[in-house]
């Protein structure tokens, strides 16, 4: 299996990857279980959390509204199978006038993520009330467009508020590694910051500082730790520690990688003022 990420590659190898493990879902989960368990790996992989159906439907929902030729013809808006050209007058992904900006405002959106399922789990992970913050992003890539997210930990980006988070990350629709998925670098939530720090230096992005490589493997190798991955498959969800080091891949199949982060604070603490209105590609935050 051949993967990269922001066009770098990454051997798929048993020194650099290896199996996230799994929380099962098939009964009632036990919330300080699964608090240790969150504490222990920095994460919960919670396979088939979610309805798979209401999963998909709202991938066809988002990919119904682009312009003719940006699907292959013949497929479904749920498939969401990229045809290989973008129409010009699509403007960037997630500014006003794309698809993305529009769907994260809507009530279709907000139907899918007002789920009690979600709202508990983070209630029980937070030990009290939680609260959803307005921001919440869609994302979408393509094969060829060689865009992933780089090594980061969430809390450089959210460093204005209570560090008393959690980010659920749902795959929109199935998610293999080579379709762009989540990797989460192992026990990296017990690195202090100045163990990483470092690794700042070698980036793509130099005039931004928050964001630790897009070199995965150098990040893998510096750090001496692998990359988890799992098959990720519509219904899955993925929660994480806002200190855990995580990245994606570039996606390279025909199926295009959609998905949503959402993050839950303490009802009461203070949240990061830049994720208190709807997410837009080019608010900075």
Same mark, same amino acid.
């Given at each position: +299996?051949?993967?990269?990420?922001? *066009?770098? #590659?990454?051997?798929?190898?048993?020194?650099?990857?290896g199996p996230l493990r799994a929380t099962g879902t098939a009964r009632p989960l036990d919330p300080a279980a699964l608090r240790e368990r969150l504490r222990a790996d920095g994460y919960l992989y919670l396979p !088939?959390?979610?309805?798979?159906?209401?999963? =998909?439907?709202?991938?066809?929902?988002?990919?119904? =509204?682009?312009?003719?030729?940006?699907?292959?013809?013949? /497929? /479904?808006p749920r498939q969401g199978v990229f045809s290989g050209r973008v129409p010009e007058e699509l403007p960037e992904h997630g500014v006003a006038g794309h698809p993305a900006h529009a769907f994260v405002r809507s009530e279709t959106f907000d139907r899918f993520l007002d789920d009690p399922r979600l709202a508990k789990l983070a209630a029980d992970l937070l030990e009290g009330d939680a609260r959803m913050l307005p921001r919440r992003i869609l994302r979408h890539f393509h094969r060829g467009s060689r865009r992933a997210s780089r090594a980061h930990v969430d809390l450089d980006y959210m460093d204005e508020g209570s560090p008393r988070v959690v980010t659920m990350w749902i795959p929109v629709g199935d998610c293999p590694p080579?379709?762009?998925?989540?990797? @989460?670098?192992? *026990?990296?939530?017990t690195l202090s910051p100045e163990e990483y720090e470092p690794l700042r230096d070698t980036t793509d992005r130099p005039q931004d500082r928050r964001q630790i490589c897009h070199d995965l493997e150098? /990040? $893998?190798?510096?750090?001496?730790?692998?990359? =988890? @991955? $799992?098959d990720f498959a519509a !219904?899955?969800? +993925?929660?994480?520690? #806002?200190?855990?080091?995580? $990245?994606s891949l570039d996606t390279t199949t025909d199926a +295009?990688? =959609?998905?949503?982060? /959402?993050?839950?604070?303490? $009802? *009461?603490?203070?949240?990061?003022?830049?994720?208190?209105? #709807?997410?837009?590609a080019d608010d900075g935050a």
């Open positions: +299996m051949n993967l990269s990420s922001n *066009g770098v #590659p990454i051997p798929f190898s048993s020194e650099l990857f !088939g959390f979610l309805d798979p159906e209401e999963v =998909l439907r709202l991938r066809s929902a988002y990919f119904s =509204l682009f312009p003719r030729g940006y699907l292959v013809p013949g /497929t /479904t080579r379709s762009g998925a989540l990797v @989460y670098l192992e *026990g990296s939530h150098f /990040t $893998a190798r510096s750090l001496d730790r692998r990359w =988890l @991955y $799992a !219904g899955d969800l +993925m929660v994480h520690v #806002p200190s855990v080091i995580h $990245a +295009m990688r =959609l998905s949503i982060d /959402t993050r839950f604070i303490r $009802a *009461g603490d203070t949240p990061d003022p830049r994720w208190l209105r #709807p997410w837009s």
